[in-house]
């Protein structure tokens, strides 16, 4: 079975950093691009960031470049997202997802893991 | 950025009812819309791609219609399992984004 398993969300303060990590199996992870998506308490989801299997492509909203960096590491199975200068309106669950190609749905998501931002 | 907007916010309706949700999107995507389902505290679970295919494991009382801006969910006959929020998602275009949702609720 295809799993997705997230890690390294928690209370962080705002201004810091906090790196989240996913883990793939059940599926030769290098073939599927991997996205991560988050969710703020009683609001919608939110695209985040999507990073082509062979890192080659890498997509970011707007409204998180600069601050969030998505990699991978497919020897470890392994999606991450580097969160920097992080604020209160970030406080959300964060997902990751995965995708086959360009234009398919996101087929396959984590649990999610919690970050919440405040001092 | 394509914009889409999911209508109604809210549909309160008994089970063994019919649902339709709608979602619009600001300029074409084709056919490259995808419809999730979320319950409370669990992840999104793909229901609907490419606007009309059942994701796998599927229940046939969900459908999926339309193309270029207007996309249909149908629920044929409401299950008690069935109400939860649905979301619509674009693939058409980076950056990919998600309609804001409608939550249906038990009448």
């Known amino acids: 079975d295809v799993q997705l398993v997230e890690s390294g969300g928690g209370l962080v303060k705002p201004g810091g950093s906090l790196r989240l990590s996913c883990a793939g199996s059940g599926y030769t992870f290098s073939t599927y691009n991997m996205n991560w998506v988050r969710q703020a308490p009683g609001k919608g989801l939110e695209w985040v960031s999507s990073i082509s299997g062979d890192s080659n492509y890498i997509y970011q909203a707007d409204s998180m470049k600069g601050r969030f960096t998505i990699s991978r590491d497919n020897a470890k199975n392994s999606l991450y997202l580097q969160m920097d200068s992080l604020r209160a309106e970030d406080t959300a669950v964060y997902y990751c997802?995965?995708?086959?190609?360009?234009?398919?749905?996101?087929?396959?998501w984590g649990q999610g893991t919690l970050v919440t931002v405040s001092s | 950025e394509i914009v889409l907007t999911q209508s109604p916010a809210t549909l309160s309706l008994s089970p063994g009812e019919r649902a339709t949700l709608s979602c619009r999107a600001s300029q074409s995507v084709t056919s490259k819309l995808a419809w999730y389902q979320q319950k409370p505290g669990q992840a999104p679970r793909l229901l609907i791609y490419?606007?009309?295919n059942r994701a796998t494991g599927i229940p046939a009382r969900f459908s999926g219609s339309g193309s270029g801006t207007d996309f249909t969910l149908t629920i044929s006959s409401l299950e008690p399992e069935d109400f939860a929020v649905y979301y619509c998602q674009q693939r058409s275009n980076w950056p990919c984004s998600f309609g804001q949702g409608t939550k249906l609720e038990i009448k």
């Open positions: 997802a995965r995708h086959r190609r360009t234009g398919d749905p996101f087929d396959n």
């Open positions: 490419d606007a009309s």
